[in-house]
């Protein structure tokens, strides 16, 4: 050990190993390797077997010339002088790749180096444990290194590392000396930005929770960003994880960003993560080294293109492309690497939320403060729901045993009379089961072990029938080991398979808080804001929110001069009454647009009934240019339809209510000068939906509010949101639907529309 100057960047152990220890091919070709849960009870059981003197989790640091390692072993032996590093797997232990070892027997040397300054020892042995969650063998390698060996290893490793250490400390000095001196990139402050800025900032200096509702149009992203990115250095927060639900949002966020450190050259490296499936550029490859050449030598040309990277200030989907391709390596796998050495990461929620996500997997395992901005955030409670919800299909579970090896067969026959016991039980077309069903999942969980003891025994891929089954199956086991009253479990029925052997059995996640409630503690901060949050409590409810966690509700820098809100009367939206309503809403529509020609966007529940009054406009008034969204639109043609929206143009755009035109569009101006809402918004009364609404009024009291009516209601205002933009804008909404009129209805609606009896006709 040497120097003895205050640590100036410090880094885990793990981190320290993968940064120098890597070489070779990136191979994630699918291996029966054991989940994090089952590795996590692997170290357990390895640890109960060991003797008096044991310690798991042992915490170990050191420095070496400033830079501080830091970490946990995984098990010391008093008795023995024996430092462990366990590693959990299934299959033969020779079948491990070498570069694999070798970085695990990197990281027990750097332990072993660790312990021995500890504690002034000349020797210490190391043991890699490699233990089969299958079999519950264990495999033990061993050797004795002194301490004077160990001494050169470790320096040899942080010597490696030492260059880019302090290039990454030099990077943090600069960046934080920048940000205490950012500007806010406007002349002022738009009315009602300053509070919310202020408010994201008191939240983020006393590490607090904070639900803002706010406006749309105010500028959120960069009135969030602004105060967020002053906070870091006094608060020493690492990372700031921008997460939104759309691209617009991640667009925007980026702009953001790059609009707030561009006046002052604040070097705030900025990354984008896309989904491995938009950013692989050889979809037609398996991703390993015989098959994909970014993959073959990715390790070997990382530190060329990271350091390339590094340098790239905001690292978008297209500036991380061309590096990667520069250097020949996978694009998404590089934006992987990245999000070790970026000050903001900008992506979807389920990066941070989700069962597996990366950032909070890798802000747990490096001990980083983030700061974590929610946009849109009315939008999680229903993503993190699908992110903790699973199912298995009946008709999936047969094409798997059509292909599967005969020993995989026999397990899935036993899941198919599991299966049936459970369809004889619940012959409804919709059925919510009393519990989970213990024997299926049993049979579900033998089945996924014996495909995974297939694959250690014959490498190689699976068929995809075969695959998608074991991992819907790996899911739902998942999912049913923390089964509870956060969510149900049901079977139903297609109406075009009405059979009892055709049925899908879903673990359905209500309320996503217990999941979701340790990545809000876990922050430094976290930030959710929406123009239509609903209120505290449901909140704090569905999402597990600190108790503590602040609200804010900012006012509007809009008046109701500038838009006027009308509320149709005599049109009732509800299905029943819905064939009857299509010609007056056309003609609404006509009307409306003659009065005042310009470019509209016009919502209704589905797409239907949207085509319906689409249909029926055309017939009415053909000199009125219209153009409808289409299902499953790629990214290419959203923008077709928004580019339509020009300066000076007049028609009508068609869309769904809450689809990828009710929120996240900008249109200011006279890009857009009105919207008809052709429904409450109400979600689909149905079997599930009503279960769920008996489930939220059990646990809080509030079923129909929490089901139906703020999840519509969110919908409405977004959707009428897109008309004003700035405090020039002019514009029209028409609220169609004699609900509207409900003094309960015009309750949740923004305060500054000043929705009274006037607006209605």
């Given at each position: 050990m040497t120097g003895t100057t205050q640590p100036a960047y410090t880094i885990a152990v793990r981190a320290l190993c993968e940064f120098t220890a890597k070489a070779g091919d990136l191979d994630l070709r699918f291996t029966p390797?054991?989940?994090?849960?089952?590795?996590?009870?692997?170290?357990?059981?390895?640890?109960?077997?060991?003797?008096?003197?044991?310690?798991?989790?042992?915490?170990?640091?050191?420095?070496?010339?400033?830079?501080?390692?830091?970490?946990?072993?995984?098990?010391?032996?008093?008795?023995?002088?024996?430092?462990?590093?366990?590693?959990?797997?299934?299959?033969?232990?020779?079948?491990?790749?070498?570069?694999?070892?070798?970085?695990?027997?990197?990281?027990?040397?750097?332990?072993?180096?660790?312990?021995?300054?500890?504690?002034?020892?000349?020797?210490?042995?190391?043991?890699?444990?490699?233990?089969?969650?299958?079999?519950?063998?264990?495999?033990?390698l061993r050797e004795q290194r002194d301490s004077a060996w160990l001494q050169t290893h470790f320096a040899g490793l942080c010597e490696r590392f030492s260059s880019w250490a302090a290039q990454e400390s030099a990077h943090r000095t600069a960046r934080n000396d920048a940000l205490t001196q950012l500007r806010f990139p406007h002349a002022d402050f738009r009315p009602g930005q300053r509070h919310l800025a202020e408010s994201i900032y008191r939240a983020n200096t006393s590490g607090r929770c904070l639900l803002a509702q706010a406006p749309t149009g105010i500028g959120k992203t960069v009135g969030s960003l602004f105060p967020t990115l002053k906070a870091m250095p006094q608060q020493g927060i690492d990372k700031v994880f921008f997460l939104a639900a759309k691209t617009p949002g991640r667009r925007l966020a980026l702009d953001g960003a790059a609009k707030l450190c561009s006046a002052t050259a604040t070097p705030l490296?900025?990354?984008?993560?896309?989904?491995?499936?938009?950013?692989?550029?050889?979809?037609?490859?398996?991703?390993?080294?015989?098959?994909?050449?970014?993959?073959?030598?990715?390790?070997?040309?990382?530190?060329?293109?990271?350091?390339?990277?590094?340098?790239?200030?905001?690292?978008?989907?297209e500036a991380l492309r061309t590096v990667a391709l520069d250097h020949d390596v996978c694009p998404y796998y590089l934006g992987s690497e990245m999000t070790r050495w970026v000050d903001m990461i900008v992506g979807d929620y389920n990066y941070y939320f989700d069962g597996g996500a990366m950032l909070y997997a890798l802000a747990q395992a490096n001990g980083w403060k983030a700061s974590v901005l929610v946009d849109e955030a009315h939008n999680l409670v229903n993503r993190a729901r699908s992110m903790y919800s699973a199912e298995i299909d009946r008709e999936l579970l047969r094409a798997a045993r059509a292909v599967a090896p005969p020993a995989v067969k026999k397990a899935l026959e036993r899941v198919g009379r599991a299966w049936t016991n459970v369809d004889k039980g619940a012959p409804a077309p919709y059925q919510l089961l009393e519990s989970m069903p213990a024997k299926l999942v049993?049979?579900?969980?033998?089945?996924?072990?014996?495909?995974?003891?297939?694959?250690?025994?014959?490498?190689?891929?699976?068929?995809?029938?075969?695959?998608?089954?074991?991992f819907d199956a790996l899911q739902f086991a998942r999912l049913a080991e923390s089964f509870g009253p956060h969510s149900l479990v049901d079977l139903s029925r297609d109406a075009d398979r009405p059979t009892l052997r055709d049925s899908t059995i879903c673990i359905r996640n209500v309320v996503p808080a217990p999941f979701l409630g340790p990545r809000f503690a876990a922050s430094h901060s976290s930030t959710l804001f929406s123009g239509t949050l609903g209120t505290w409590q449901y909140c704090t409810d569905t999402l597990g929110l600190p108790a503590d966690t602040a609200w804010v509700e900012v006012d509007s820098p809009f008046t109701a001069s500038q838009l006027d809100v009308h509320v149709a009367k005599g049109i009732s939206t509800r299905y029943q009454a819905r064939a009857a309503s299509?010609?007056?809403?056309?003609?609404?529509?006509?009307?409306?647009?003659?009065?005042?020609?310009?470019?509209?966007?016009?919502?209704?529940?589905?797409?239907?009934?949207?085509?319906?009054?689409?249909?029926?406009?055309?017939?009415?008034?053909?000199?009125?240019?219209?153009?409808?969204?289409?299902?499953?639109?790629?990214?290419?043609?959203?923008?077709?339809?928004?580019?339509?929206?020009?300066?000076?143009?007049?028609?009508v755009g068609f869309a769904v209510l809450g689809g990828a035109f009710g929120e996240g569009v900008d249109l200011p101006g006279e890009r857009l000068i009105g919207a008809f809402v052709a429904t409450l918004g109400l979600p689909q009364v149905n079997p599930v939906n009503e279960q769920l609404r008996e489930r939220m009024q059990t646990l809080f009291g509030a079923g129909y509010d929490y089901t139906y009516l703020y999840p519509g209601i969110q919908k409405v205002v977004q959707a009428a949101g897109r008309v004003i933009r700035t405090e020039q804008d002019r514009g029209v909404v028409w609220l169609i639907d004699d609900r509207f009129a409900q003094p309960g209805i015009r309750a949740l609606m923004p305060a500054w529309w000043e929705l009274g009896a006037h607006n209605s006709r």
């Open positions: 390797s054991p989940s994090a849960q089952e590795g996590i009870a692997g170290h357990a059981v390895v640890a109960a077997r060991r003797g008096d003197g044991y310690r798991a989790e042992l915490p170990l640091s050191g420095e070496w010339n400033g830079l501080r390692v830091r970490g946990r072993a995984d098990g010391y032996d008093e008795n023995e002088n024996l430092i462990e590093e366990i590693k959990t797997h299934r299959g033969r232990p020779e079948s491990i790749p070498d570069n694999h070892r070798h970085l695990h027997w990197a990281q027990v040397r750097v332990y072993g180096h660790l312990l021995c300054q500890e504690r002034g020892l000349d020797t210490v042995n190391l043991a890699l444990v490699y233990y089969d969650i299958g079999s519950g063998v264990e495999t033990v490296r900025v990354l984008e993560l896309t989904a491995r499936d938009k950013a692989c550029e050889h979809p037609d490859k398996a991703c390993h080294g015989d098959a994909c050449p970014l993959a073959r030598g990715f390790y070997d040309r990382l530190p060329a293109a990271r350091a390339a990277a590094a340098e790239v200030l905001v690292l978008d989907r049993d049979a579900l969980q033998d089945a996924s072990s014996t495909i995974n003891e297939h694959l250690a025994a014959f490498p190689g891929p699976l068929d995809p029938d075969l695959q998608r089954f074991h299509v010609q007056p809403i056309a003609e609404l529509i006509a009307r409306q647009f003659h009065e005042r020609p310009g470019n509209y966007l016009a919502f209704f529940s589905s797409f239907d009934y949207m085509d319906q009054v689409a249909g029926a406009l055309a017939k009415l008034d053909p000199g009125v240019t219209a153009w409808r969204q289409e299902r499953r639109m790629s990214e290419t043609a959203r923008q077709g339809f928004i580019d339509r929206f020009a300066i000076g143009g007049a028609g």
